[in-house]
């Protein structure tokens, strides 16, 4: 991913709270030739056996995640397999007329975190207690985060059934860029406006946006609150 310098992430923070607050991502690989890059929506969490703390780039850390093994994409995904996970956080778009100034063009303000990272498929065994595992370590991770600490207990026999169909993996992270297009490349009262017109929108990304953009350091601070 191309990142001009003012987007780069302000601290490696950014980029963990995009994966954790935005877990659908996008895997994109490739496949058989005729068919191009194969490309699936699924849910990734942190493998929570993970104890290192997250590097600047993300190297070294390990996720998990599945998607149904009926998917064409699980069938040409191979153990080693190289991948690519795109996490998409909060964005909107910019009106010219939140500038106030005379020559201005409309552009598109995001934040994106792509990961790079080798597949390592969970092959199963009889029980298929390891891909089990993974499917209660996601309950556990939303739940959390975004649930009601649902009690997963009287749901186990339901999950064993349907396991077969869960094709599981882990992701050896090699490395990954996150975009924080906020603009930075404004002058400060052009960019106090922006937020102030993204706070005050109905839509919870815009006001998540502006959250982040109050959250930025001033001009040439290279850390983040």
């Given at each position: 991913?191309?990142?001009?310098?003012?987007?780069?992430?302000?601290?490696?923070?950014?980029?963990?709270?995009?994966?954790?607050?935005?877990?659908?991502a996008?895997?994109?690989?490739?496949?058989?030739?005729?068919?191009?890059?194969?490309?699936?929506?699924?849910?990734?969490?942190?493998?929570p056996?993970?104890?290192?703390?997250?590097?600047?780039?993300?190297?070294?850390?390990?996720?998990?995640?599945?998607?149904?093994?009926?998917?064409?994409?699980?069938?040409?995904?191979?153990?080693?397999?190289?991948?690519?996970?795109?996490?998409?956080?909060?964005?909107?778009?910019?009106?010219?007329?939140?500038?106030?100034?005379?020559?201005?063009?409309?552009?598109?303000?995001?934040?994106?975190?792509?990961?790079?990272?080798?597949?390592?498929?969970?092959?199963?065994?009889?029980?298929?207690?390891?891909?089990?595992?993974?499917?209660?370590?996601?309950?556990?991770?939303?739940?959390a985060?975004?649930?009601?600490?649902?009690?997963?207990?009287?749901?186990?026999?339901?999950?064993?059934?349907?396991l077969?169909?869960?094709?599981?993996?882990?992701?050896?992270?090699?490395?990954?860029?996150?975009?924080?297009?906020?603009?930075?490349?404004?002058?400060?009262?052009?960019?106090?406006?922006?937020?102030?017109?993204?706070?005050?929108?109905?839509?919870?990304?815009?006001?998540?946006?502006?959250?982040?953009?109050?959250?930025?350091?001033?001009?040439?601070c290279?850390?983040?609150?």
């Amino acid at each position: 991913m191309f990142v001009p310098a003012p987007y780069r992430q302000p601290a490696t923070s950014w980029m963990v709270d995009i994966l954790r607050g935005n877990p659908l991502a996008l895997m994109v690989s490739n496949g058989p030739e005729a068919a191009g890059p194969y490309a699936t929506h699924l849910p990734v969490i942190q493998d929570p056996t993970m104890t290192e703390e997250w590097s600047a780039d993300l190297s070294g850390a390990k996720l998990l995640g599945h998607m149904n093994r009926a998917n064409p994409h699980w069938k040409a995904l191979a153990d080693g397999t190289q991948v690519l996970l795109t996490f998409t956080g909060p964005h909107a778009y910019v009106s010219p007329t939140v500038y106030q100034k005379p020559f201005a063009a409309p552009t598109w303000d995001f934040t994106s975190v792509h990961v790079h990272g080798v597949l390592r498929k969970i092959e199963q065994d009889r029980a298929g207690e390891e891909t089990l595992e993974l499917v209660r370590s996601t309950v556990r991770a939303f739940e959390a985060d975004f649930g009601d600490d649902w009690d997963m207990a009287d749901s186990i026999d339901y999950f064993r059934k349907i396991l077969p169909a869960v094709g599981a993996f882990r992701i050896d992270v090699s490395g990954a860029e996150g975009m924080f297009k906020l603009s930075q490349e404004q002058d400060p009262d052009v960019r106090e406006r922006v937020r102030e017109s993204f706070g005050q929108q109905e839509s919870s990304r815009h006001r998540e946006a502006a959250r982040l953009m109050s959250r930025l350091p001033p001009p040439g601070c290279p850390h983040a609150a």
